[in-house]
């Protein structure tokens, strides 16, 4: 039997008009729809794509929110192996992610995982977080001769990153946030900051001042730092 093929689908950021033409035709084409399941009480991959899948079969693949690299590496594997089930099937299996699937998503791990043990596999873009976002602020991310450097705000100290030449997103920065506001400040660059919460959806908040952002934020809050 022919095996399956996997396909890691970007859905885009959160606003359902934002999914490629490219992304809904190969979910609709799809024998199987994989979503990441964090456990919280509403998918939002799943609000996306709902649509599309009526009558499909869904599988589920656990995605923890935690930083424990067993834990992290255990549900990987396990994902991958119910995605690999439906492959030995003949079927074929798209995984819906948000956002884009090569910047920072948990979807490149079953990925690698399941290209590992010899499946075919296909990475379909999505529109990232941070366009989607400067869009909304009506700004440039980068111009001319630019330097555009993303940060993974919630792992490390970033003053050092802030400091360098160009324009910077902060990403998965929700969780620390009065950590980052502080670098930030400490920086000089508060005034040259904006931030975007839950962009794209029903609760969507835009900061032009950046000094009005709350210390406590949504998971999926970017922030730009322009200069």
Known sequence: MKKGKLFGVGIGPGDKELITIKAVNIIKNADVIALPDSFSSKNRAYEIVKEYITGKEIIYLPMPMTKDKEHLRQSHENGAELIINCLDKGKNVAFATLGDPSVYSTYMYVHRIVESKGYSVEIVPGVTSFCASAARLNISLCDGADPLIIIPANYKDNKELL???????????????AKVKQEIAECGLTDKTYMVENCGMKEEKIYKDFSMAADESSYFSLIIVKG
Request: glycine share 14%; aromatic share 0%; charged share 25%.
């Open 163 to 177: 400091q360098l030449s160009g324009n910077k997103v902060l990403m998965k920065s929700g969780r620390k946030m």
